[in-house]
């Protein structure tokens, strides 16, 4: 995770420290890149805090990051995992126009959640950021995911996997909410795999290109195995 310890948002499931961020470090890239190739990685997931304090910095950040795998390790495939840059149209391009071969922007969970589980965050937003990214390279994967066990009904949550299928997104996440402490968002309930499986099925049905749906399911949960099943991986 790049960008610093301290996110500028305050999502009510998060771990993530809060507070104010020191200045973007731009030779960070470089390093994780360095990382990733001493580690000899195949597919690197690579994700931020937000910098609502410096949204092109940190778009830029990520594109440095994307660029500096390629350079040192050659054959590593890169997803980023970006905030939305509050929507700023410059700073998707700057990231999508970098060619990662995933582009996750997690939904996490149904509009009607959004004020308490993503606070600072717009439910359209994430769509569109979704949406625009296949505007600016209709080949880019695109790939979100969802948590459940926040409060949201069923039918919500298919609504919102209409939602991201309608906008083109390939790859869809569907995991357990599990509160990391008492200062966070409780969870209203544990769903069954029976219940998991219902939803995979519901959002292959929608067009999805792939699904992940069980409890322990994560945003990068299999996620080389997804860019397998998507074909975007160079890799065997
Ligand atoms: S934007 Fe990301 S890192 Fe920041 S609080 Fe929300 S989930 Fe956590």
Same mark, same amino acid.
């Given at each position: 995770?790049? =960008?610093?310890?301290? +996110?500028?948002?305050? +999502?009510?499931? +998060?771990?993530? $420290?809060?507070?104010?961020?020191?200045?973007?470090?731009?030779?960070?890239?470089?390093?994780?890149?360095? %990382?990733? %190739?001493?580690?000899?990685?195949?597919?690197?997931?690579?994700?931020?805090?937000?910098?609502?304090?410096?949204?092109?910095?940190?778009?830029?950040?990520?594109?440095?990051?994307?660029?500096?795998?390629?350079?040192?390790?050659?054959? +590593?495939?890169?997803?980023?995992?970006?905030?939305?840059?509050?929507?700023?149209?410059? %700073?998707?391009?700057?990231?999508? /126009?970098?060619?990662?071969?995933? #582009?996750?922007?997690?939904?996490?969970?149904?509009?009607?959640? !959004?004020?308490?589980?993503?606070?600072?965050?717009? !439910?359209?937003?994430?769509?569109?950021?979704? @949406?625009?990214?296949?505007?600016?390279?209709?080949?880019?994967?695109?790939?979100?995911?969802?948590?459940?066990?926040?409060?949201?009904?069923?039918?919500?949550?298919? /609504?919102?996997?209409?939602? #991201?299928?309608?906008?083109?997104?390939?790859?869809?996440?569907?995991? @357990? !909410?599990?509160?990391?402490?008492?200062?966070?968002? $409780?969870?209203?309930?544990?769903?069954? $795999?029976? /219940?998991?499986?219902?939803?995979?099925?519901?959002?292959?049905?929608?067009?999805?290109?792939?699904?992940?749906?069980?409890?322990?399911?994560?945003?990068? !949960?299999?996620?080389?195995?997804? %860019?397998?099943?998507?074909?975007?991986? =160079?890799?065997?």
């Amino acid at each position: 995770m790049m =960008l610093g310890n301290a +996110c500028t948002r305050r +999502c009510g499931f +998060c771990a993530v $420290p809060k507070g104010r961020p020191d200045p973007i470090d731009f030779d960070e890239p470089r390093r994780v890149a360095e %990382a990733v %190739a001493i580690l000899e990685l195949k597919h690197a997931v690579i994700t931020s805090v937000n910098r609502d304090d410096d949204i092109l910095g940190g778009a830029r950040a990520f594109a440095l990051v994307i660029g500096e795998i390629r350079r040192q390790a050659p054959g +590593c495939q890169v997803e980023v995992l970006i905030p939305d840059f509050q929507g700023n149209e410059e %700073a998707i391009r700057i990231v999508v /126009e970098a060619q990662p071969e995933m #582009l996750n922007h997690n939904t996490e969970s149904v509009p009607r959640l !959004y004020r308490v589980v993503r606070s600072g965050a717009r !439910y359209q937003r994430t769509l569109r950021l979704l @949406q625009y990214a296949k505007i600016v390279d209709p080949r880019m994967v695109t790939k979100s995911g969802v948590m459940v066990g926040l409060g949201e009904e069923m039918h919500e949550l298919l /609504e919102v996997y209409r939602d #991201l299928a309608g906008v083109g997104t390939d790859v869809l996440t569907i995991g @357990q !909410y599990l509160r990391p402490s008492k200062d966070h968002l $409780p969870m209203t309930r544990y769903y069954t $795999p029976e /219940e998991f499986a219902f939803m995979r099925e519901e959002a292959l049905s929608m067009g999805f290109r792939h699904v992940e749906s069980g409890p322990l399911v994560r945003s990068s !949960y299999h996620a080389h195995e997804q %860019a397998v099943s998507t074909g975007v991986t =160079l890799l065997t």
